[in-house]
């Protein structure tokens, strides 16, 4: 059976479509409506709000990313609650998120009814940028974890880093936002191998490339044509490269 499955399409109504108790971990990178301090500034397009002026439009935009402060935790709080029915007992829930939208998601986790645990913090190094001298970098982003009820006692791993050390490299980056997959190879340790990944924002589908190259299985979700499209591409090259004898075979 294929390892894999990306479906394209919005996430809430497509996690109301997925059966109960059934994947082992939800991780994830949802749009964090970030990027400034103003309406105005949020309203921008992800490509102006996050990407150096020299490196615009090297990547397919994305929407949904301009949501205010309430309205960003009453629908984080939706699709977490979801995520919550599809996990099994004890399965994980990870989600990234920036400075100025921890404290809105780790309510909205909360909300959502997962158990809080923690937060495993990504340093992506001294490359980081910083508006100026004045300005500690702006280094690291942040992942808000928890259970679905009590955290099972691992055997096959663990324990694990609560900071991760990954730089983003640009043979590796496929999407405006996108994660390292190292970091995300780390981040899919502790679900059982052979378990069930769900990444109900997916973007270029980084958390299914750790999970079939670390031994597990995956499901996405992405509304943006352009990025499932590209999600495919590398979740089949990665099929293909955990297979027995590679991309030989």
């Given amino acids: 059976m294929k390892p894999w499955q990306m479906i394209e399409g919005e996430a809430l109504p497509e996690l109301l479509a997925m059966p109960g108790a059934s994947v082992d971990?939800?991780?994830?990178?949802?749009?964090?409506?970030?990027?400034?301090?103003?309406?105005?500034?949020?309203?921008?397009?992800?490509?102006?709000?996050?990407?150096?002026?020299?490196?615009?439009?090297?990547?397919?935009?994305?929407?949904?990313?301009?949501?205010?402060?309430?309205?960003?935790?009453?629908?984080?709080?939706?699709?977490?609650?979801?995520?919550?029915?599809?996990?099994?007992?004890?399965?994980?829930?990870?989600?990234?998120?920036d400075w100025r939208q921890l404290p809105v998601m780790t309510d909205a986790v909360q909300a959502g009814g997962v158990f809080w645990r923690g937060l495993t913090v990504w340093d992506k190094g001294r490359g980081a940028r910083a508006p100026h001298k004045g300005y500690f970098r702006h280094q690291c982003e942040?992942?808000?974890?928890?259970?679905?009820?009590?955290?099972?006692?691992?055997?096959?791993?663990?324990?694990?880093?609560?900071?991760?050390?990954?730089?983003?490299?640009?043979d590796d980056k496929h999407h405006l936002t996108g994660k390292p997959t190292a970091l995300m190879r780390e981040l899919v340790r502790p679900v059982p191998p052979g378990g069930l990944v769900l990444d109900p924002f997916a973007g270029s589908g980084s958390t299914g490339v750790a999970a079939l190259q670390s031994g597990r299985r995956f499901i996405g979700i992405e509304r943006e044509a352009a990025y499932a499209d590209i999600s495919r591409q590398r979740l089949a090259a990665a099929e293909q490269e955990s297979r027995p004898g590679g991309a030989e075979t």
């Fill in 142 to 170: 942040y992942v808000v974890w928890g259970t679905k009820g009590a955290a099972s006692m691992l055997t096959h791993d663990g324990p694990f880093d609560g900071c991760i050390q990954a730089t983003v490299r640009r």
């Fill in 25 to 97: 971990a939800v991780i994830t990178d949802p749009p964090y409506s970030s990027g400034g301090f103003s309406r105005d500034d949020k309203g921008k397009s992800p490509d102006a709000k996050y990407t150096q002026h020299q490196q615009r439009g090297r990547y397919p935009d994305f929407s949904g990313d301009s949501r205010d402060q309430r309205s960003y935790l009453t629908w984080c709080a939706l699709w977490i609650a979801e995520c919550l029915r599809v996990l099994k007992p004890g399965g994980y829930f990870m989600s990234f998120t």
